[in-house]
């Protein structure tokens, strides 16, 4: 009995034991297991971080009711809209339907959503459509307003398309675009500006390889059906004043969204537009608006961090340019699109609004030495727009004469009279008085004038300026 005591009581130790060490094996391993999630998510944490996160396109939403004629969505002419959110479904009305009269239409609605814009003046229409994703296979119809009853006759075919284009997916826009060759013996030999028009002509390819669908005015193709795989259907004329629809439907399931844009094409000035500091000697982006007089004052340019770009401006129509930015003196500016038959660009100087801040005046004329005349009026009138805008902006107005030195009272004076002539156009004109202080030549000038005059080899910097404008203070809390 005591040999069977003692053996029940080593076995008991014995499994114990094992089972002690069972528990000690799970737990460990189970730290171990732990240990190495968390190290894998740190790692996947890590590479997360490090990759490169795609940039995300901030898209427009489509109004549920835009795949419906009634409810369809007014463009701007030449502005962008979109990106857009993919379309989706036909509407509650299915109104584009091809019959046996009538093949060369969409079998029907799938994906779609309406446009509609009003033509501003007369030219050939051109639609620029651009996918999202090159595999998406897009239809295009185009219809003229007609009367109240216009949706209803669309239902019934009553009122055909003016411009038709079903072309099916290009594959060759679906393939990688090849990288462009470029021999790397040859780099060198390239001027600077042989390598910008380089530059331009692979970002034209590649703006070109985005697939963008539609009408232009150079393409050749009437009507493209679904055995086609153009993109471009023939511009059609339109005048001003007409009503135009646009179906665009999205055939493809589950498709991405999509940009369009409408334009009139005329031959027109395509000009390149900047805005640039004489300070840091730079361009610079402002917000700027330009308005078409002749169309109701229609916006052609609405941008708020414009950093330059070419605009189009019709042959004898009138515009208003309207630009800003904080800290600088806004820029009104009225003009007729003929100007740009010489001008091949508008690069407009922003000054600073900042105290101590020049603006040396030249262009303008006196007679009797004193007395402005009305050619000096369209110069300085762009000076008193620009304050009048900045009434919180004060300023001296300083004279200048060329002088040797001769008759320096006389000098001083007839200084002093140009700055007192100015300021009277000034506050005719709208510029607060309070806002103005006017001063001559002090000795010093005249004298230092007087040196460089008789210094040939010096150039007088005041030489032909005849009135100064000299920011003396400014309300940072007005600044616009």
Not at 45 to 66: D, H, I, M, R, W
């Amino acid at each position: 009995m005591k040999r069977f005591l003692i053996a029940l009581l080593a076995c008991t130790l014995i499994f114990g034991y094992c089972d002690v060490q069972a528990q000690s094996k799970t737990k460990s391993s189970a730290k171990t297991s732990k240990s190495a999630k968390d190290k894998k998510s740190k790692k996947n944490k890590k590479g997360k971080k490090g990759a490169k996160e795609e940039p995300t396109l901030n898209l427009v939403q489509l109004p549920y009711n835009s795949n419906d004629c009634l409810f369809a969505i007014p463009l701007s002419v030449d502005q962008t809209f979109g990106p857009t959110t993919a379309p989706q479904g036909a509407g509650r009305v299915m109104e584009v339907m091809a019959d046996k009269r009538h093949p060369n239409l969409p079998e029907f609605e799938h994906n779609s959503v309406w446009y509609k814009f009003t033509v501003p003046y007369n030219g050939k229409l051109d639609i620029a459509v651009t996918q999202l994703n090159l595999a998406d296979d897009y239809d295009m119809v185009v219809y003229k307003y007609t009367d109240a009853y216009f949706s209803n006759h669309i239902q019934c075919n009553k009122v055909l398309p003016v411009a038709v284009n079903l072309s099916s997916v290009d594959s060759s826009l679906l393939a990688k675009p090849k990288k462009a060759k470029t021999d790397a013996a040859d780099e060198p030999k390239m001027d600077a500006k042989a390598k910008a028009l380089r530059q331009a002509r692979l970002a034209q390819e590649k703006e070109a390889a985005k697939g963008t669908i539609g009408m232009y005015h150079d393409a050749k193709d009437i009507l493209l059906t679904k055995a086609s795989t153009g993109r471009h259907i023939r511009s059609i004329d339109v005048r001003k004043g007409e009503v135009y629809y646009i179906m665009l439907d999205n055939v493809t399931p589950k498709g991405s969204g999509h940009s369009i844009k409408v334009s009139i094409f005329v031959e027109a000035f395509e000009v390149p537009v900047s805005f640039y500091d004489p300070k840091i000697r730079k361009n610079i982006d402002v917000n700027l608006t330009i308005l078409e007089k002749n169309t109701n004052n229609r916006v052609i340019v609405h941008n708020e961090n414009f950093r330059g770009g070419r605009v189009k401006f019709v042959p004898g129509f009138n515009y208003t340019l309207y630009a800003k930015r904080n800290g600088y003196f806004s820029i009104f500016y009225d003009f007729n699109a003929d100007r740009f038959k010489e001008d091949t660009l508008l690069r407009m100087k922003l000054y600073r609004a900042e105290r101590g801040t020049v603006y040396p005046i030249s262009d303008i004329y006196f007679g009797n030495e004193y007395e402005l005349l009305p050619a000096s009026d369209s110069n300085l009138m762009n000076y008193v727009q620009m304050f009048k805008n900045h009434p919180d902006v004060a300023f001296t107005i300083k004279g200048w004469v060329q002088t040797y030195g001769v008759d320096p009272e006389h000098d001083q004076l007839v200084s002093l009279e140009r700055a007192k002539a100015v300021k009277e156009f000034f506050v005719k004109n709208g510029v607060p008085e309070g806002n103005i202080k006017t001063s001559g030549m002090t000795p010093t000038d005249i004298k230092r004038a007087a040196t460089a005059a008789f210094d040939t080899k010096k150039k007088n910097d005041n030489e032909f300026v005849k009135v100064q404008l000299i920011i003396t203070g400014i309300n940072p809390k007005e600044n616009p």
